[in-house]
């Protein structure tokens, strides 16, 4: 039925308002009304109260009889009836009228109440709204007090005051008329407050609903405006970083396909080419041990790749999983640098500290530890200068076990810093020397150190050095 918030929220709020000044007029109508018939009931009861006390002294006693002097009253029924704008009529004690004001004269002349009337009267607070058992034709409230002599041992019959019932109506209308005026006022500007406070609420939602498609369809340049400090301009701040981040991993993913099929392509197109010209006999036999050594390579290159994919893919599923065991850190970091023992004496690098590490035991998965350890050696490698120097080092602080690693050469220049560890960040391609990874490797080794409840940190000074150090939990005290 509703196809927007706005128009739900907008409409929800309206009915309640609307609903709401209707219990009130309402209520405000029930009280009314309440208050007119209490106030007709007190106001005829203190009349036909004084006026019994008058009737009770104008009185005659004639031989043992006491008589009503129906002269001396009359005025005072016809003055009473104008200031109350009311019918006052004295009966006898059997209900019948003997004396009324002359407004009552053409109603109330000769009528003779019912003896239910008289008895109501007898039982006290005699007060009724009707017609008065079809004495009137429209509705009247009516009192009725007794008259009496001598502390009430003596009843000389009863007073009646009756008022009209429809100055209710013409009362109610009024009531109705101010409130309906007032309320339509209040209502119209409460309406417009609504609209444009709905609008308000709503504007970032769509906004942020507009932004979202965008998102969807892969354009992260769209951004939410952010204004005040609300849940709403939260989610907003929230979904402005969201497209941040989406669209650097965007470009690194990318990237990484670019990346991984030019690094797939190449050593396939160098492997397909070097064994077609070794079996279709272009590549002399003398050269083909050369060329299948190269081959070698490219094949080792690919292994290396799918390796890291692989890695990755694990890591995305929650299935890279530790197994911790007992080993000496010192020993396998020392068996990682032998396998780059042509690597170092090609670029002439000096390796120093491990002579001065002693044995490091730690409480970590083997295989992983040992994939950290490569990938830092064989970025330091890769990225120290010629004939520059190689520092490691392995130690005990705070039942921790540190390995820290130090190349020479240019370092990571300072913007770069807070970005190398994330999936698929490379370094200004223009003079990397690092042409062929494929920004995981860092990455990686993040991942399998948190693993792990550890930490890695990085620290360089462009032109100088690079280095980096984690520590894993000790399983010894410091030797």
């Known amino acids: ?87 006052i009529y004295i ?24 003896s239910g009337l008289i008895k109501k009267i007898e039982e006290g607070n005699f007060f009724e ?102 849940e709403v301009a939260e989610l907003a701040s929230s979904l402005n970083n969201m497209a941040v981040s989406l669209s650097s ?12 099929s030019h690094e797939l392509k190449t050593p396939m197109t160098t492997i397909a080419g070097f064994i077609d010209g070794i079996l279709d006999g272009t590549i002399p036999e003398e050269k083909r041990n050369y060329y299948l050594r190269i081959v070698t390579h490219e094949v080792k290159r690919l292994s290396r790749l799918v390796k890291s994919m692989l890695d990755l893919s694990r890591i995305d599923n929650g299935e890279l999983n530790i197994k911790p065991v007992y080993y000496d850190l010192t020993d396998q970091v020392c068996n990682i640098l032998l396998t780059f023992e042509q690597r170092i004496e090609g670029k002439n ?19 992983l530890i040992g994939q950290v350890v490569y990938n830092l050696i064989d970025n330091a490698i890769k990225f120290i200068n010629e004939g520059g120097t190689l520092t490691l080092n392995i130690s005990h602080r705070d039942k921790r076990v540190y390995f820290n690693i130090r190349n020479t050469g240019e370092g990571i220049p300072s913007h770069e810093m807070p970005h190398i560890f994330e999936r698929f960040y490379k370094s200004d391609p223009s ?25 890695i940190k990085v620290r360089s000074v462009q032109n100088e050095y690079c280095e980096f150090e984690f520590w894993l939990s000790s399983s010894s005290t410091s030797k």
């Open 129 to 230: 709204v009707g017609l008065l058992d079809g004495v009137y034709t429209s509705r009247h409230y009516t009192v009725g007090e007794p008259i009496t002599l001598n502390n009430n041992r003596l009843q000389l019959g009863y007073v009646f005051a009756s008022t009209s019932a429809q100055g209710l109506n013409v009362y109610l209308m009024n009531n109705l008329q101010v409130f309906f005026l007032s309320a339509l006022g209040v209502m119209t500007l409460t309406f417009i407050a609504l609209y444009l406070m709905t609008f308000r609420m709503v504007r970032p939602l769509r906004q942020m609903a507009a932004a979202a498609r965008r998102f969807g369809a892969g354009d992260f340049s769209s951004r939410i405006p952010v204004n005040g400090q609300d």
């Open 1 to 87: 039925m509703f196809k927007s918030i706005f128009t739900k929220y907008f409409t929800v709020l309206s009915i309640i308002i609307v609903v709401s000044f209707a219990a009130m007029g309402g209520m405000q109508m029930l009280f009314s009304t309440r208050y007119w018939v209490a106030d007709k009931q007190a106001l005829l009861k203190e009349n036909t109260q004084s006026l019994a006390q008058i009737t009770a002294q104008n009185t005659a006693n004639i031989m043992g009889t006491y008589n009503i002097i129906e002269s001396a009253l009359y005025p005072y029924l016809n003055l009473m009836s104008e200031t109350i704008d009311a019918y």
């Open 431 to 455: 003079r990397s020397l690092d042409k062929a990874g494929m920004g995981l490797g860092l990455y990686i080794v993040k991942t399998i150190i948190n693993l792990h409840h550890g930490e």
């Open 91 to 114: 009966t006898d004690n059997n209900g019948k009228v003997i004396l009324c004001s002359k407004n009552a004269q053409p109603i109330l002349g000769d009528v003779t109440l019912s």
């Open 249 to 260: 991993v965007e470009g690194m993913r990318r990237s990484f396909i670019a990346n991984v």
């Open 349 to 367: 690098i000096q390796v120093t500290g491990l002579e001065e590490c002693a044995r490091a035991e730690v409480l970590a998965d083997f295989d």
